[in-house]
């Protein structure tokens, strides 16, 4: 098979980074894929690190063994514990995706962002690591969503339990008046719609999933690894955990495998 038909490889601890995988097709649509859903270890938020590289590597390999040409780790915790050792180890290029603090750093009017993602990615050194480097003079109101993968994954998206979960989050941010929320797990861009009937207007909603994909055609096209082929891509989405969970987020567009990794 020649470089660019080789597929893109997703991977996220489950079903959350089919909200990447969408931007991806969206924005390459020749390109051939594979995701990995490893919803059987999900979720990975209140692992160690030493875990979450484990998991990282398996998912990798699996990836790698079946012809990838590049990574996208579709994962905030998975990036921000495992990437720099994935770059360092596998003769493959890998796209991250990170919380994506310097935009509302930026433009935040308040000088208040608020920030949700799980425990594993706001304890990483590489999350530290960016915040201080732009928040400087900016309040960072940091919340970890403990509860809302499991939620997600079991199929509970839209439940009154999501709903107090996420009341009880959101309120310590706005009391402290923040006007950005960033989304720092790649399973809350599926919580936007309920989201916003939640916060006020004039507060903005960020997450990273159209830059990951801009990200991705960029290192592709670097690498001249494009697939510049009209034929209908091939896309396979596999779940070590519920099928029917992918299929619903998916809204049974796609072809989904159950496989035992
Ligand atoms: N989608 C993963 C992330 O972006 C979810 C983490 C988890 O499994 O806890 O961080």
Known sequence: MSNTKKPIGIFDSGIGGTSIFKEIIALL???NCIYLADSKNAPYGNKSEADILQLSIKNTELLISKGCKLIVVACNTATTNAISYLRANYDVSFIGIEPAIKPAALNTQSKSIGILATKGTLSSHLFHKTTDLYTDGIKVIEQVGEGIVPLIETGLLESDEM????????????????DYLVLGCTHYPYLIPMLKKMLPEHVKIIDSGLAVAKQTQAVLATNSLLNTSNAQPAINLYSNGDVDVLNSILENEFSTYYLDF
Not at 163 to 174: D, I, Q
């Open 29 to 31: 649509p020749n390109e």
């Open 163 to 178: 709903k107090k979960l996420l009341e009880t989050y959101l309120e310590p941010m706005l009391k402290q008046n923040i």
